[in-house]
């Protein structure tokens, strides 16, 4: 999954950590603006870390904000 793929279909990149089990959505447009929107979001992976630990034991993975917000009632209080 390229950049572009991400931007058009406004769509995050989620981090999900190994270690955590935390889950962080990033921002695409600032990497498709450095590596190009041809560019696959997987080139990120070797620099990535979990922003809660810092563990590099990450996965990532494309992320709907939307759909997100139907399915998780973890964020509701
Ligand atoms: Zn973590």
Redesign the pocket.
Known sequence: MTFGDLLNTDQLILIV?D??N?RTPIDPAPHALQAGLAADISQLAPAAR?P????AEIALRAHSPVENRIESPAFAK
């Open positions: 950590c270690e955590c935390a979990c809660v630990c810092g563990s």
